[in-house]
């Protein structure tokens, strides 16, 4: 239960956390919601679709958002760090101009200007997310809670069936509820943002794309494996180069072994009989 192999993950928790309780102190929560007909219509501020989704504005939206995020790391998991990045960041590029769009040119004229919010919070990012989860990880267990009190009678008993994903749904479904209804457009935008980029219905050079590798720290992820090759090849050739050796002693092993084995003397009288 950590953030082993998910550096991307780890990134957007602390950065989810840490922004909220900045927007929070510095009390700047103003500038991290869309009020259409305010910000977009009257004022001009575009820039409010790239800040909007930076952080959440209340501590429950943070602490359901930060789970959420951390219990679907799995997903960076199977794909690595570097196409979860690049998904990210092409899920948030669509999920900040779809929603806007959306209200703006849909929903605020048909609903007479009722429809005219979208609260602030990475909620679209997360439900592109959950889309990736949904389709990728099977569930472990399933489980029913009995709507009737006493014992059982059977299959058909009235229950309800859960599973070990359930919980995961329960989260992102609080974050798409608890600004109702620019909650529930962000999410729904980001689910199908996710179910595109995974049946390769965007632009397939968005989906091809990949953030730079230093980015995710592979530089030296592959400086680590070059010096392990080099590592690995001295070795080999230090045991070629021992194992010749060996072979080099073995062949002139007689005539040095026995000048090792002679004594001191018999040497001396050797050398003597050398000189007459």
């Not at 592979?218 to 070795?235: D, H, I, P, S, V």
């Amino acid at each position: 239960m950590s953030f082993t192999n998910a550096p991307v993950t780890r990134t957007l928790v602390v950065g989810l956390v840490g922004a909220s309780i900045a927007a929070s102190l510095l009390d700047i929560k103003h500038y991290f919601y869309i009020s259409i007909g305010t910000h977009i219509l009257r004022y001009h501020q575009l820039w409010r679709v790239l800040a909007y989704q930076l952080c959440y504005l209340n501590s429950s939206e943070v602490l359901f958002g930060a789970m959420a995020l951390y219990n679907m790391r799995t997903i960076e998991q199977r794909w690595g760090s570097r196409k979860y990045a690049s998904f990210i960041l092409v899920t948030a590029l669509f999920t900040s101009i779809v929603p806007p769009l959306i209200l703006t040119a849909f929903l605020r004229p048909l609903s007479f200007g009722v429809l005219d919010f979208l609260p602030a919070g990475p909620t679209p990012i997360i439900f592109a997310i959950l889309a990736q989860y949904h389709a990728m990880i099977p569930h472990m267990y399933k489980y029913k809670v009995a709507l009737a009190m006493g014992p059982p009678t059977g299959q058909d008993s009235a229950a309800l069936t859960f599973s070990d994903k359930s919980t995961k749904y329960m989260m992102a479904g609080q974050l798409a509820v608890s600004q109702f209804p620019g909650s529930l457009l962000g999410a729904v935008v980001g689910w199908f943002v996710g179910y595109a980029w995974r049946n390769e219905a965007l632009p397939g050079i968005l989906t091809r794309w990949r953030v730079p590798g230093w980015v995710v720290g592979m530089r030296g992820q592959k400086t680590n494996a070059e010096f392990e090759n080099m590592r690995r090849r001295l070795e080999s050739e230090g045991a070629s180069t021992g194992t010749a050796s060996g072979i080099q002693q073995q062949q002139a092993g007689p005539t040095e072994g026995s000048n090792r084995r002679r004594t001191m003397g018999q040497q001396l009288i050797d050398e003597v009989r050398g000189a007459f």
